[in-house]
């Protein structure tokens, strides 16, 4: 049974820097393509970053370019981290892991259909 499990979040204030962590096991085959998507109190589910392995290749969400960083831990291919900083009190929201094996004509993107499975989410929460 895949499980992915975050870790890493909490409260900081505006300014400040987390990062998320996201193990997983449980895989009948090494998932290519993950992401980390994020949903805050009364809004959709939003995309923030995705990083296809093997590749390297990374799409971020608009809202965090250039503070946000996807990256796949070099030794154990199936943890994820997302390093934060510069946070934004509109970026607190419960921020969520996905993972799959997606074939090589679909593009490894932010978008929540690619992805079957999903860790429990971890809050986090900037405030001025």
């Known amino acids: 049974q895949v499980q992915l499990v975050e870790s890493g979040g909490g409260s900081v204030q505006a300014g400040g820097s987390l990062r998320l962590s996201c193990a997983s096991s449980?895989?009948?085959?090494?998932?290519?393509?993950m992401a980390w998507f994020r949903q805050a109190p009364g809004k959709e589910r939003e995309g923030v970053a995705a990083f296809r392995a093997g590749a390297g290749t990374v799409v971020y969400a608009d809202s965090v370019k250039g503070r946000f960083t996807i990256s796949q831990d070099s030794a154990t291919k199936n943890a994820v981290y997302l390093e934060m900083s510069s946070l934004k009190p509109e970026d607190t929201a419960m921020y969520y892991c996905?993972?799959?094996?997606?074939?090589?004509?679909?593009?490894?993107?932010?978008?929540?259909?690619?992805?079957?499975?999903w860790g429990q989410g971890i809050q986090v929460n900037v405030s001025e």
């Open positions: 996905a993972a799959d094996l997606i074939p090589p004509t679909v593009e490894c993107d932010i978008i929540a259909i690619i992805f079957a499975y």
């Open positions: 449980g895989y009948q085959h090494e998932p290519n393509c």
